[in-house]
């Protein structure tokens, strides 16, 4: 009997902040990894996810979104991000269904002409628009570079996502998996627990906050006969005013945080979670290269 032949290989994800790259691919992995909120740059890394079936096997990099750096971060997330293009097998260009193609959509595909790798134009989010809207922003996109393929997808209903997964493993090799096939991602999980707070406070704060902070884990360590894992982590944010407002009046946002991140945590541990959350802050981190890499962000990793 012939053996099957399997194919393999990485799919880049890019596009500028919030087109819905992380809420694609963990749509994709059939399980959170990325954090998603509806605040740009809320994707920091480089993440890597493992989709495997029975026609092989892809590593989706999630990347941070393309956008002009106003800060050392800023330019580490646009380096990781660009770097990534000409690492991978095929890139997947996520764009808004509209028919305007604003300086961001632009640069994008100027970085894209330099790209010898297949480029995919994945038009997300089309349960927000009419199917004859659609077939316009196909028009008015498809000269715009040179696309390998054109797939309109909805990340949020998972609308035509299969027939997307069917087009990127036909620009695969064949080869070995590279991960063992119950992999799903690269993240420490420690990473992810980090990610996952850090989303509830995105998700909580004013809009002002969320880019200024950062969140460690200090302690993360499970007590098995009881069956509870303590983590204790610190949110690290920019001003003492901001500080504030992180806490909130008698600790109350802190607890709001706090409380939608335990639970999002329990279901990735699958046990139960006792957080404690302290905040601290430390002015400026984001241009300071030492304290970029002490919260995660090392330009070696770029």
């Not at 691919?25 to 920091?44: C, E, F, H």
């Not at 009881?226 to 610190?234: L, N, Q, R, S, Y």
């Amino acid at each position: 009997m012939e053996e099957k032949r399997l194919k393999s290989g990485f799919a880049a994800l890019i596009g500028r902040p919030n087109v819905g790259k992380s809420t694609l691919m963990n749509r994709l992995i059939g399980q959170k990894i990325a954090i998603t909120s509806s605040k740009p740059q809320t994707t920091r890394n480089r993440i890597q996810t493992v989709y495997t079936c029975d026609k092989g096997q892809i590593v989706f990099l999630d990347t941070p979104g393309i956008h002009k750096a106003k800060n050392k971060l800023g330019e580490y997330m646009v380096t990781a991000a660009e770097r990534t293009l000409s690492e991978v097998d095929v890139v997947l260009w996520l764009v808004e269904p509209t028919t305007y193609i604003g300086t961001g959509e632009r640069k994008i595909a100027e970085k894209l002409a330099d790209v010898k790798t297949p480029v995919i134009l994945v038009i997300n989010k089309i349960d927000t628009v009419k199917k004859e809207e659609l077939l316009k922003v196909i028009a008015a996109y498809k000269d715009l570079a040179v696309f390998a393929e054109i797939v309109p997808v909805s990340a949020k209903d998972g609308e035509n996502t299969d027939s997307l997964v069917e087009v990127i493993f036909q620009y695969l090799s064949e080869g070995p998996q590279f991960y063992d096939e119950d992999t799903i991602t690269d993240q420490p999980e420690r990473q992810i627990v980090a990610e996952l707070i850090r989303e509830q406070a995105l998700r909580c704060l004013e809009d002002e906050v969320p880019h200024g902070i950062a969140v460690t884990i200090e302690r993360m360590k499970e007590r098995k006969k009881a069956g509870i894992v303590d983590i204790e982590a610190t949110i690290v944010c920019e001003r003492e005013s901001h500080k504030g407002i992180i806490i909130g009046k008698k600790g109350s946002m802190l607890k709001k945080i706090g409380s939608g991140a335990r639970a999002g945590i329990e279901e990735l541990l699958d046990t139960h979670v006792n957080l404690k959350l302290w905040v601290k802050v430390r002015k400026e981190w984001r241009d300071s290269d030492i304290m970029l890499k002490n919260y995660g962000y090392n330009k070696k990793d770029i």
